[in-house]
């Protein structure tokens, strides 16, 4: 057995074969007029969307063909060979940044009016969540829907959209109460052909055949059944959703690698110079055993972490170090390969100079590396640990039967050396008892209903006594808990922060 079969089977192979045979057919032949127009035609969509390309993970009754993740693998793979970042990624946010959150949280409606359409390719969709003045601040968002009579009315901006020109929908990412913080985020279906949307198309430095718009919202109509889920439950919809998407970039990114190099160890071969082929030069050559190396290896750990995504793990900390390593590897692919080309890979007429320019934003889009080692580092350094409960013991658990015998277990969990210079004011609101926990330089201070002062608090934390329990016991996976609004957390980085700064129940 090979190492890859591992991961796909003989059907994989035989649908890789066939939607590398179609996007050789209907794609490559016109990827360099579609590079220059900034545009894939909508045909070409449709086409995609009649192969079922759209469709692999959807279920049956939508038009999907409901396979397994690694058909999405593969299809993600093949899209990123085609040396066209901008068609891949339109892809892309199809089928696993913006359709996912209508399959998931959709009502019926949304899914007959958008997803349907969506798995056929007759609507194209795309994710509203970056503002100007908000991008890895998610919280911070400034977008407000507020409900008027059957509307949510609609004011403010979104920027850097992907599909936002030529596409149909955006899953837009804004609050409809702005005063609650992350619990106010809502996640709302937006017909991008409503009255009082402007577009504006932006022009970038790659992903050239993909539309990137930056929208402004003037009183724009959105009805109140084009809401996903609930209100206020937005922030942990993205959250959940936001792990496929970083999946995406980190398949795309390893399938680029894979298809640069190729392409680079072809030319070596071809290309003399001191009267042999620049492949014999040892320098040469050791570069490519390097670059090798390490795309197989990020490989399969992204193919591991796509495994556990097909078993329905909750990868956090696996998809960030994914994206991270894939897509800066894609970025040393690009620099090192284009080197192997001379003078040549400086030209528009090698392919390595496109993808020299569509690597560049893999480390920034969909979360930049940055925020992926903030997330990585506090998993590590913080013990902050998303799948904590689901491996808790279950013979601790009756000991633990309301809110104040966990509360009372707080000092003697108190990491205080790691606290010494931390400041958190955390309020926690249960049904039957509210706690203020104060942390004032590795010191802990915890106040009850009786005495509480809860002014200018760092953090909210809102749930039920039960939630509460259920999560401290191991019953419900906390990241579940955040996800279905059970715990609604104004500031997550702050509770985060506080988390860290206790040892397990
Ligand atoms: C071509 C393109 C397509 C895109 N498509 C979409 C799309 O379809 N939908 C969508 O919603 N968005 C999209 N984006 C937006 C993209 O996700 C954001 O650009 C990205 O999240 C970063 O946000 P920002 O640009 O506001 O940078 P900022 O958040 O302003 O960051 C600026 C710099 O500061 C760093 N930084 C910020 N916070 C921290 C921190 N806490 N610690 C350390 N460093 C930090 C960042 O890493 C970065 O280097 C797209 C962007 C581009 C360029």
Redesign the pocket.
Known sequence: MSALSYYFNEDHETFRKSIKDFLEKEATPHIDQWEQEGKIPREFWKKFGEMGYFGLAYPEEYGGSNLDFFYTVVMLEEVSKVFSGGLA?TAA?QTC??TPYILHHGSDYLKEEFMRPAIAGDKIG??????PG????VQNIQTKAIKEGDNYVVNGS???????IYGHFVIL?CKTNPSAGAAGVSLLVLDLNSEGITKNK?K?L??HA?D?AELHFDNVKIPTKNLLGEEGKGFYYLMGGLQLERLAGSIMGYSACEGMLDYGIKYMSEREAFGRPINKFQVLRHRVAQLAAEIEATKFYVLQTCRMHNEKKYAVKESSISKLLASELADKTAYQVLQFFGGYGYMEDYKIARAFRDSR?GT????????M??IIAKMVIEDTNYDRATSNNAKEQPIYDSVDSIFSTLPSRFKADKAKDKNLKMLFKFDSINYLVVINNGNLEIQSNSNLDATSVDCIVETDDQTYIAVKTGKINPQEAFMTGKIKVSELMKMMEFGGLFKKL
């Open positions: 990624i946010v940044m913006s795309c994710i509203g969540i970056t503002e908000a991008g890895s601040d979104k920027t850097f959209i992907t599909n936002g990412v932006l970038k790659g992903w993909s990137t934003i920034i889009g969909g979360g930049t590396s940055e925020i080692r903030e």
